[in-house]
């Protein structure tokens, strides 16, 4: 019983880690859209936003996948 309460709360240590990183995630696109909306728009800083907002969706798609358990059909 001990063994899947310490599974529950790692999987809500996960929720909560994903939840503040889809958070970061969209303050990203909205430093990214600020950026943008620039009349001389930092090609460098937009670019780093973007790679820094490419690499946060790949470790919230691990942070799912681990979440969420394979279902076989």
Known sequence: ??????KMDHIEVLQA?????QQEHRDLDD???AIHERIN???LSLQRLK????A????IQR??????PDIIA
């Open 51 to 54: 790679r820094k907002k490419l």
């Open 41 to 43: 728009p930092d090609l």
């Open 31 to 33: 430093a990214i859209e």
């Open 1 to 6: 019983m001990t063994d899947e309460m310490g």
């Open 17 to 21: 880690e994903l939840i503040q990183m």
């Open 63 to 68: 942070l799912e996948d681990e979440i969420t």
């Open 56 to 59: 946060l969706k790949d470790k």
